[in-house]
């Protein structure tokens, strides 16, 4: 372990403990718990997700691909965003991935792939719409979304990151929450491992420890195409990745895809890095419903 990850570790733990407090399962969805979706770990689980009363129903898709620094995270922390989006009308996959330092990249994006592969492979049982299958990934999450979705359109990418994405698959659509899409490292030292974050979560997630070619092969501006699917790219005003947002729309804009911005604020107070992750929040509930309804608006 590293004192960047076990500090990144105890602080997330101990907003999202408060945040999530007393938060129950929806009466109006219904939930298939821990499916293995992979082999290699016993965290290779998955959760799916669906509104009360759709048995039987084949319904459009969200795989939701958690945050967390890479190192920090899993569906048990994201079950209340995800069941939120299960209230919206889809069927919703919850997958963990296995976390840095422990299993460095591209361990986490392997499993990204599998549970992708997971998704396809169980549609039949589980009601999946295969044709709609959106995605939704926040901060790390939207970071390995966006390069997941690169990769599924560029073999030769998803060969030089070491990834098998589902063959001839790519998502209908996604959203980008607050994410990071341009990763540098900072090499000079610090007293403090948290006056460069990013610089230290880069030292225990790649086998370099971040040298300039693992920031390039993992920075999704690097690799972006017109085959990129629709994207929804959201920050807020208390984002810090906020700067990382505009890069990115300007840059798919500028490919021709179809891209839909959203910049968060309130009158009240300032909306943080994730805020879409707190329930308790009516910003979340309306950057949640903004979300769905652009995937609704692909189908």
């Given at each position: 372990?590293?004192?960047?990850?076990?500090?990144?570790?105890?602080?997330?733990?101990?907003?999202?403990?408060?945040?999530?407090?007393?938060?129950?399962?929806?009466?109006?969805?219904?939930?298939?718990?821990?499916?293995a979706y992979a082999t290699e770990?016993?965290?290779?689980?998955?959760?799916?997700?669906?509104?009360?009363?759709?048995?039987?129903?084949?319904l459009p898709v969200i795989v939701?691909?958690?945050?967390?620094?890479?190192?920090?995270?899993?569906?048990?922390?994201?079950?209340?965003?995800?069941?939120?989006?299960?209230?919206?009308?889809?069927?919703?996959?919850?997958?963990?991935?296995?976390?840095?330092?422990?299993?460095?990249?591209?361990?986490?994006?392997?499993?990204?792939?599998?549970?992708?592969?997971?998704?396809?492979?169980?549609?039949?049982?589980?009601?999946?719409?295969?044709?709609?299958?959106?995605?939704?990934?926040?901060?790390?999450?939207?970071?390995?979304?966006?390069?997941?979705?690169?990769?599924?359109?560029?073999?030769?990418?998803?060969?030089?990151?070491?990834?098998?994405?589902?063959?001839?698959?790519?998502?209908?659509?996604?959203?980008?929450?607050?994410?990071?899409?341009?990763?540098?490292?900072?090499?000079?030292?610090?007293a403090d491992p948290m006056l460069?974050?990013?610089?230290?979560?880069?030292?225990?997630?790649?086998?370099?420890?971040?040298?300039?070619?693992?920031?390039?092969?993992?920075?999704?501006?690097?690799?972006?195409?017109?085959?990129?699917?629709?994207?929804?790219?959201?920050?807020?005003?208390?984002?810090?990745?906020?700067?990382?947002?505009?890069?990115?729309?300007?840059?798919?804009?500028?490919?021709?895809?179809?891209?839909?911005?959203?910049?968060?604020?309130?009158?009240?107070?300032?909306?943080?890095?994730?805020?879409?992750?707190?329930?308790?929040?009516?910003?979340?509930?309306?950057?949640?419903?903004?979300?769905?309804?652009?995937?609704?608006?692909?189908?």
């Open positions: 372990m590293s004192v960047t990850s076990d500090t990144v570790r105890a602080m997330f733990k101990e907003g999202d403990d408060k945040r999530d407090a007393g938060l129950t399962t929806p009466a109006d969805v219904m939930r298939v718990d821990d499916i770990d016993p965290c290779q689980k998955l959760d799916v997700y669906r509104p009360r009363g759709s048995v039987g129903v084949e939701s691909v958690h945050g967390g620094g890479w190192v920090y995270g899993d569906k048990e922390r994201y079950q209340w965003y995800c069941m939120s989006l299960a209230q919206r009308g889809f069927a919703v996959v919850n997958f963990t991935y296995r976390l840095a330092p422990e299993h460095q990249f591209p361990t986490s994006m392997i499993d990204t792939c599998s549970a992708f592969s997971w998704v396809l492979d169980h549609a039949a049982e589980h009601g999946f719409d295969v044709g709609h299958v959106f995605a939704v990934g926040d901060s790390a999450g939207a970071h390995m979304l966006a390069m997941f979705c690169a990769a599924c359109n560029d073999p030769s990418y998803a060969q030089e990151l070491g990834i098998c994405p589902p063959e001839d698959f790519v998502p209908a659509g996604v959203a980008l929450n607050c994410g990071a899409y341009r990763i540098e490292v900072s090499h000079k030292q610090h460069d974050l990013t610089s230290n979560l880069m030292a225990d997630l790649l086998p370099g420890g971040g040298t300039p070619e693992e920031c390039a092969r993992i920075s999704p501006l690097l690799h972006l195409s017109d085959k990129f699917p629709p994207a929804f790219v959201m920050t807020a005003d208390g984002d810090f990745l906020l700067p990382d947002a505009l890069p990115l729309v300007q840059a798919l804009t500028d490919l021709g895809v179809e891209v839909c911005y959203h910049y968060y604020r309130s009158a009240e107070y300032t909306l943080g890095h994730v805020f879409h992750c707190n329930m308790r929040l009516a910003e979340a509930a309306r950057c949640n419903d903004d979300e769905c309804a652009f995937f609704r608006g692909l189908m």
